[in-house]
């Protein structure tokens, strides 16, 4: 049955807020739309005034999933915020739903989308993206350990190039770090300063890391480091952005303290997210606030190669 919210001065409808999401945890629709009100102070500075893509479920995590881009005009209600930006792969134009306030959740979670994922540029700036991911993949054969160890040397590299980095768990069994830029760079240069970053890891660790093995098969037993996520249009799980997996993880920022062997998967969920957040806030806010310049270590990265390429050759 229908029923209606009254969010800032909007009727929002909501439906079938029973149907059961998570079969094995017995989580429902209405508590994945409590959470995304509950945390909706976190959760919106980080798609806002970005184009965001959903991933349906309309019947749970165990029934079909498909991706949601386009939203015609009469699927649009008068409160949600949309932009239609030209797709060279579509050779048209995509009516994106545009990050502004809860009824934003409210409206993408009614139609069954459990995860966000909002691009990493703003409607500003759609060619500049204000971050940069490392989006570290493992493959079967590679464990939870295994991502943590290419993730606390891509810490240590980033460290020693003075470019400030904040990891957050993916929710499923990856690691996500996001570099906060200055939108002045275009997303090829961000792309080329995570693969260098990757390729100097690979030539470091290359029984656990991958970065240009992009079938899966040839990837087994190998943590792969997606540096082609920086991509425009593309996008990965967001911030605080629950995930179809048992118990409900939520993709959730972290310390690099924490990013060792007592980490889990899921150990951040619906259960256990309030708990979390009253204990260290949000972790992620300097990934809003910094607009680092990164022309430096970028020049460095280039360096590296060559004087390696050089040593080999």
Known sequence: MDQFLQINGNQVRVSNLEKIYWPGDGFRKGDLLKYYIEMSSLILPYIQDRPLVMSRYPEGITGE?????????????????????YSKEREDDINYIIGSGIETLVFMVNLGAIELHPWFSRVQTLDHPDWAIFDLDPAEGATFEDTIMVAQLIHKVLTDLKVK??????GAT??????????????????????????????????????????????AGKVYVDYLQNI??????????????????????VLWDEVN???KPDMYNLQTIGKRIEEVG??????????????????????ELLDVTRKQY
């Not at 425009?232 to 920022?253: E, F, H, L």
């Not at 949000?282 to 360096?303: G, H, S, Y």
Request: glycine share 4%; net charge positive.
């Open 65 to 85: 999933m498909f991706y949601h881009k386009h939203l015609a005009e009469n699927q649009t209600p008068p409160y949600i915020k949309t932009q239609r930006i």
């Open 282 to 303: 949000d972790l992620f806010k300097p990934v809003l606030k910094e607009k680092q310049k990164i022309t430096r270590a970028l020049n460095l990265l280039r360096n």
């Open 174 to 219: 990856g690691l996500h770090i996001y570099v906060p830029v200055e939108p002045i760079y275009s997303y090829e240069e961000l792309q080329e300063f995570v693969e260098l970053v990757g390729w100097i890891v690979v030539q470091v660790i290359p029984d656990k890391a991958t970065i240009y093995d992009r079938k899966v098969k040839d990837r």
């Open 261 to 263: 062997s007592s980490l």
């Open 232 to 253: 425009k249009g593309k996008t990965i799980t967001g911030v605080y952005s629950v995930r179809p997996q048992p118990k409900a993880p939520i993709s959730t920022p």
């Open 165 to 170: 980095h904040y990891p957050k768990t993916s």
